[in-house]
T-cell receptor
Framework: LAKTTQPISMDSYEGQEVNITCSHN???????ITWYQQFPSQGPRFIIQ???TKVTNEVASLFIPADRKSSTLSLPRVSLSDTAVYYC????????????FGSGTQLTVLP | NAGVTQTPKFRVLKTGQSMTLLCAQD?????MYWYRQDPGMGLRLIHY???????AKGEVPDGYNVSRLKKQNFLLGLESAAPSQTSVYFC????????????FGSGTRLTVV
């Protein structure tokens, strides 16, 4: 299983763009990169998933360089309600992979 | 469409007691998972299932058993609860293709005293 490394915490201000980078040096050919968001006392929620280059949805963008050894989750114009823990996971989406959640990145959005 | 429903939401057990946590999903997902989350930590996989009647061990299976008698249900059992099993338990499900990731339940907060 590919191990991921991401910052423990980040602070930002309302209205700013936030970029959270995740390192996954031993990512396998079939692995996808998936990001989850978790609020206190709730289960994680799927944000975005990608394989290479750039993926964008209504919530976030995911940037993946050609070597795929890292990825960056970009949250545009964050608000206080974006304060949460963000997890980066790597695995083969087509199998019942045992996803390993690291400690994640605690994002705190300040007024 | 309820998604993933976990019952109960809260429970206090005495050491040595047993209990079963129920997870139900209405999305016809093949794969189901049980995770535990301890304070300040990420989620750790306990057991998972790739289909009705099949289960497999995850990262931290000791002290737990599971069953998947029906596709929509995944039960997690604690035969003899220990204080070390105090945690928040999350159930999740996903389709085989894995698009849109896992859908998680809202969790069961278990305290063993």
């Amino acid at each position: 299983l590919a191990k991921t490394t991401q910052p423990i915490s980040m602070d930002s201000y309302e209205g700013q763009e936030v970029n959270i980078t995740c390192s996954h040096n031993n990512i396998a050919t079939n692995d996808y990169i998936t990001w989850y968001q978790q609020f206190p006392s709730q289960g994680p929620r799927f944000i975005i998933q990608g394989y290479k280059t750039k993926v964008t949805n209504e919530v976030a963008s995911l940037f993946i360089p050609a070597d795929r050894k890292s990825s960056t989750l970009s949250l545009p114009r964050v608000s206080l309600s974006d304060t949460a823990v963000y997890y980066c996971l790597v695995g083969d989406k087509g199998s019942a992979r045992q996803l390993t959640f690291g400690s994640g990145t605690q994002l705190t959005v300040l007024p | 469409n309820a998604g993933v429903t976990q019952t109960p939401k809260f429970r206090v057990l005495k050491t040595g007691q047993s209990m079963t946590l129920l997870c139900a999903q209405d999305m016809n997902h093949e794969y189901m998972y049980w995770y535990r989350q301890d304070p300040g930590m990420g989620l750790r996989l306990i057991h998972y299932s790739v289909g009705e009647g099949t289960t497999a061990k995850g990262e931290v299976p000791d002290g737990y058993n599971v069953s998947r008698l029906k596709k929509q249900n995944f039960l997690l059992g604690l035969e003899s609860a220990a204080p070390s099993q105090t945690s928040v338990y999350f159930c999740a499900s996903s389709p085989p293709g894995g698009d849109y990731g896992y859908t998680f339940g809202s969790g069961t907060r278990l305290t063993v005293v």
